[in-house]
């Protein structure tokens, strides 16, 4: 895809909103941007309408401004708190039926790399975990199965967030929330576990509370997905407004979770996508000398 | 009311106006138009798309995504053609960047949203709208939710087939038809305009 894409037909510039003006001159595309970046483009068009505090909402701008070609990427989101936000990012995306994206992805990906022999175009889901542990588990591990070159990204907030807060799959063990008021009987569901057996070629738990390494893990998830296999990233972003924290103290609250090891960032390679990513590196260095 | 005899007027039609091809209203073959669902030549259609943007109090052109960038060869010759015509007619212009349902609110009159029904035409003061460059799916789901709702008068100039929702539609528009709308509506402009009067001869100056 070119930048051109991202030009407004002349004569047009006038009435075109200001948010898209500034996009073309101030997003992403075609520019080598990272977690450092941030704030310096715009990865989101204006204000997005998550609740104050969300760490979903952190994760999401963590991740778009860490995409190796968001020109290129298409996001497939899925239901959920951040299908809200999914209007307002500067990247191709699709909107799935409820737990349906793992499905949607497949398709996609098959498609485009009909469509392009050519060129490198990344298919990145980006749910919940209503969508991807509990309604669309069945599609998101045959996607697994089947070794589909996309990564899932899921934005673990440990609850069905904006329908008032039942229970998920990713809920802790004895949570209580709005409408599960005697506490969550189950322990939470170990995906990762379940994504490595499942065939992901890459598996990592991350949290926005570790930016730099959150930003590391989903560019190495997108590349792995590229040539390797399927990836897998969970990121931890508990929801302030079901738990009841404090706007203020959810980033404070994901690093407490971590001290006290109930939440951990682990990261898992195959032999295959380590000696890949390990290429690249080799690659980088040499275009770096250049 | 029998198929085949269902007028494509402005609404408001209620909530759910019937789709016009399930009322049995066809799309245009090449040459022809549809003027409220009714096959006419194409060249009947300039002439009263031009009579209603001109005597519109608010026409306005909903440009979207196929002409607002400049995505392959063509986008922008078309652009230039629609803004050409615009000016003809005196029209302003709403944009549609994309279709993405914009949360958590919209300001209508800077761009508009053809998925939230109370805000693809705001208030209903826009007597006649344009839409040119809208792919076709949102352009029928728009077209059919201000007909449901406003008075609006639509007009489809459409790069495919046409739009049998609009009360108007013209199929197959490039450049150069655009251009020569533009023609007819300016010697239609001219036409309607006052003549100024050359001063009679020997007259005092």
Known sequence: MSKGLFKISPGF????????KELVTNGPYGR????SD????????????????????????????????????????????????FPQVAVQNIHSLFGNQNAVATGLKRALRLRFPDKVKDVAVIAGDGATVDIGLDMVMQSWFRRELITTIMLDNEVYANTGGQESGMSPQGAVLNMAPLGKKFPKVNLP??????????????????????????????????????????????????????????LQKIRDRQKEGIFKVREYVSPEAEAYLARLEVVKQHDEEQ | ?????????????????????????????????????????????????AEKLLTARNPVFFPGPKILWAWKDGAVEKARAVLKLME???????????????????????????????????????????????????????????????????????????????MITLRDVDAGKLERLTEVARALSAARSPQVQAPAAGAAG
């Open chain 1, 13 to 20: 510039e006038d009435v075109m909103p200001a948010e898209y």
């Open chain 1, 32 to 35: 080598d941007l990272g977690i």
């Open chain 1, 38 to 85: 941030l704030g310096t483009f715009k990865e989101l068009i204006e204000e997005h309408p998550l609740c104050a505090g969300c760490a979903e909402a952190l994760a999401l701008r963590l991740i778009l401004a860490s995409l190796p070609n968001p020109e290129d990427t298409v996001i497939v989101g899925s239901t959920g708190c951040s299908s809200l936000l």
């Open chain 1, 193 to 250: 576990e379940i994504a490595r057996e499942a065939g992901c070629a890459y598996v990592a738990t991350i949290s926005p509370a570790l930016p730099r390494r959150l930003g590391k893990v989903v560019r190495r998830a997108i590349l792995v997905a590229r040539e390797i296999g399927p990836s897998y990233v969970q990121i931890f972003c508990p929801c302030p407004t079901n738990f009841k924290w404090p706007s203020a103290q959810v």
């Open chain 2, 1 to 49: 009311m029998a198929v085949g005899e269902y007028w494509v007027r402005p609404g408001p039609e209620g909530y759910l106006p019937p789709a016009a091809a399930s009322m049995g209203v066809e799309l245009p073959q090449r040459g022809e138009a549809l003027v409220e669902g009714r096959v006419v030549p194409e060249e009947d259609a300039f002439r009263v798309i």
């Open chain 2, 88 to 166: 003809a007619v005196g029209a302003r212009a709403i944009p549609m960047p994309d279709y993405r349902p914009k949360y958590p609110m919209i300001n209508p009159a800077v761009e508009i949203n053809p998925n939230h029904p109370n805000l693809t035409i705001w208030h209903n003061r826009i007597d006649v709208g344009v839409f040119v460059g809208v792919h076709c799916h949102y352009a029928n789901l728009a077209l059919k939710i201000i007909r449901g709702g406003t008075d609006c008068y639509t007009i489809a100039l459409c790069g495919e087939v046409g739009h049998e929702d609009a």
